[in-house]
């Protein structure tokens, strides 16, 4: 009972508070949302477009051809025919004319009081170009107040508001026209703002603006409605906000202020683009764009057209307006749930609950994971909404729900269980070792003893000759001494790369990675520590021959997979510790040194787990004693040791031989390389090469079964 009241009380304390923060302050917080909303957009990746919408680019090329912009009306004007011409099927200017076209020769006359008669007027031929071709023009509005005073456009279409409250639709100050003999010659229009939100990115784009009383469409609004043939756009107007737009059948939804919010089809250039100079040149296949939505816009960073999005932080800002009109011909919407609080809210409570009861019930080993578990599935399930209901929620408040939850039920349990921790130390302080109390107590975990499965980093290593120097050093107590000496700084080297010692075998040490905590990157872990030991060696042996007149050599060998962790052993004398085939794998590629003259051995799996760079080949691919499948292993170089480019290309192409049973060919190098740079391994493969073409090529196998450990 005193852990349901508890859990009880956390829970009221929780909802309170993220609601009660959702409610309040929720600009505090909306870009954080906006951001995890994004990241589903990208884990999401790009899809398909209704290959409907095609975008004109005046790129960079075209600039370079055709000069700076503005180019002259004229060109404008050949550069829509042309498109016109190959049967268009509604063209949208993402550009808005709102000055006289200075480099026209009637305006050039003009200014210089010559006569006019007969010039060529290079805005009444644009006018007349789009008069007769299916353009779409554009304009802006500002939110800045402008001084100046611009005649209102007359509404392109007949708006049916189903109330008269227009207030929570966006309100420009000012109006940025084209030219009346442009304007006059437009069909109909649309002003194409996109309005960043308070992190600069488009995620909403308005459709409806109403300015000096009258409402407007967007020019991708304005280009669907015709292409529907539509004659009216009804738009649902609530009492304190807009529901939804309609457009003949299309109904479209919208967060209150008349804003879409874009359903991204992926980065910039997701979109069929056609250069400009292109179009002009008339290099293009009149299929690209015959029937299609045609917009015309730029990339040009020089003409400062590019936006941010969910996707790319440069996307042009006429590909903005393709999403959208690719949104409404392929029906696939996102909008805010209706009641948006309300089902904010419920998505907070029921995840406090689920969180606070579920991770309570579990042992803390298992919650973390528990916890990647649910964030996956609170993906899968945003990812859902989002994507395939068309539904847009609060995703913030309810992952914050779901980890404060996981931290109030870790710290719930801590304060219940702290009694029985307690009973927990005194029963295995003097069973295990330090190191295993101590993730015992971190993680809470009364079974972490018991055997598990565990992908673990395997290190072996061993003084070579060992009997030898034994012998040469007589006294047991110098023997002792010699090996205290040797292992401690090895050790420490182990224990600072965050490795375990499982235990001393004579002359040998054994250690893992990644157990009994986890350790990021094990496999560097332990493949460091094995080459800053062979560094060690040498300072050592400087020490070793000071004081008992010995140098040593070792081998190590590292193997990298799962073996079976935990406590072992009788029941009066046990041991954590760690068994298994891997276990056998890695202490055979330490035996394995002595054949190849090496001091590093590792196996193909434990070279797999690497990200560090480190200086290695291939050595052999053998069958170690007591395993039926073969291994590839390499050999890890140190720093110090002399190893070429030339001599590096000459191993690699022998081998290569080799293990293509190109046998004389592989001979000849390996006895080049002998020569040159005299090496164990070089003079094993002579040897191995010479016998097999003595006994004939047809039985050679190029996988070494070894037959002793």
């Known amino acids: 009972m005193k852990k349901f009241w508890w859990r009880l009380f956390t829970v009221v304390v929780l909802v309170f508070t993220l609601s009660t923060a959702y409610l309040l302050i929720p600009q505090t917080f909306l870009s954080l949302d906006n951001r995890l909303r994004d990241f589903l957009f990208v884990l999401r990746g790009p899809i398909e477009t209704t290959q409907n919408v095609v975008i004109i680019d005046i790129d960079e090329r075209s600039l370079k051809q055709e000069g700076q912009w503005p180019w002259s009306r004229n060109r404008v004007a050949k550069l ?20 006289a076209d200075k480099s026209s020769p009637l305006h050039i006359a003009s200014e210089l009081n010559c006569s006019t008669k007969e010039l060529r007027d290079n805005d009444a031929i644009l006018a007349k170009t789009i008069s007769q071709t299916p353009t779409i023009g554009g304009y802006f509005f500002s939110y800045e107040k402008s001084s100046s005073t611009v005649e209102p456009l007359i509404p392109a279409i007949f708006i049916t508001k189903g109330g008269s409250n227009t207030e929570y639709l966006i309100h420009p100050n000012s109006l940025t026209l084209n030219i009346p003999i442009i304007q006059d010659a437009f069909y109909s229009s649309g002003f194409f703002n996109n309005t960043p939100d308070e992190g600069g990115m488009i995620r909403l784009v308005p459709l409806l603006m109403t300015y000096q009383g ?3 469409p967007s020019l991708a609004l304005e280009m669907v409605r015709i292409y529907a043939n539509a004659q009216k756009v009804i738009f649902d107007n609530a009492q304190n906000s807009v529901e939804h737009i309609k457009v003949g059948d299309l109904q479209i939804p919208t967060d209150r202020f008349s804003r879409l919010m874009v359903n991204y089809r992926g980065p910039s250039h997701t979109f069929t683009y056609i250069s400009a100079a292109d179009i002009l040149n008339k290099n293009f296949s009149a299929q690209d764009v015959t029937g299609k939505f045609v917009l015309v816009g730029t990339s040009a960073i020089g003409l400062s057209d590019l936006r941010a999005t969910p996707f790319d932080i440069l996307m042009p800002g006429v590909e903005v307006h393709a999403n959208v009109i690719d949104n409404l011909l392929k029906k696939d919407f996102i909008a805010f749930a209706q009641e948006p609080e309300q089902v904010d809210l419920l998505l907070i409570a029921s995840t406090t609950i689920l969180a606070i009861g579920l991770f309570s019930l579990v042992s803390v080993w298992i919650s973390l994971p528990l916890l990647i578990a649910s964030l996956y599935s609170y993906y899968l399930f945003f990812n859902h909404l989002l994507f395939k209901e068309g539904i847009a929620v609060n995703i913030l408040f309810p992952i914050a729900a779901l980890l404060f939850g996981y931290v109030s039920a870790l710290l719930i349990n801590y304060i219940i269980s702290l009694k029985q921790k307690q009973m927990i130390m005194n029963m295995f302080a003097k069973k295990v070792s330090p190191r295993v109390m101590q993730d015992l107590i971190a993680n809470s975990s009364e079974t972490l003893l018991e055997p598990h499965n565990r992908i673990v980093s395997v290190f072996f290593s061993d003084i070579r000759s060992f009997t030898s120097i034994s012998e040469q050093l007589g006294d047991p107590k110098e023997v002792i001494n010699m090996l205290n000496t040797y292992m401690t700084p090895m050790v420490e080297n182990i224990t600072k790369q965050e490795g375990t010692i499982d235990k001393f075998i004579g002359d040998a040490i054994m250690a893992y990675w990644n157990a009994p905590v986890h350790v990021k990157d094990h496999a560097d872990k332990a493949l460091t520590s094995a080459l800053e030991q062979i560094k060690l060696l040498q300072t050592l042996n400087a020490t070793l021959k000071e004081r008992f007149n010995i140098t040593i050599e070792i081998g190590i060998g590292i193997h990298t997979g799962e073996v079976t962790i935990g406590e072992m052993g009788s029941t009066g004398r046990s041991d954590y510790t760690i068994i298994g ?3 056998n794998l890695a202490s055979r590629l330490e035996g394995l040194n002595k054949l190849y003259g090496s001091h590093i051995l590792i196996s193909q799996a434990t070279k797999a787990q690497l990200s560090l760079t480190y200086l290695q080949r291939s050595v052999d691919i053998v069958k170690v004693k007591g395993k039926q499948h073969p291994v590839e292993i390499f050999e890890v170089l140190s720093r110090e040791r002399t190893y070429n480019e030339e001599e590096a290309q ?3 192409e022998a081998l290569t031989f080799y293990r293509n049973s190109q046998l004389q060919e592989a001979l000849i190098c ?6 040159r ?3 164990r391994l070089y003079q094993l493969y002579v040897t191995r090469c010479e016998n097999a073409l003595a006994q004939g090529i047809e039985t050679f196998e190029p996988i070494t079964t070894m037959l002793t450990k």
């Open 670 to 675: 390996f006895k080049t390389l002998q020569t």
């Open 80 to 99: 829509i025919q042309n498109l016109s011409d190959a049967q268009a099927g509604i063209i949208g200017l993402d550009i808005v004319f709102s000055e």
């Open 214 to 216: 009258s409402i407007y």
């Open 650 to 652: 000459g191993y690699q």
């Open 581 to 583: 085939d891997n276990v």
């Open 677 to 679: 740079y005299s090496s």
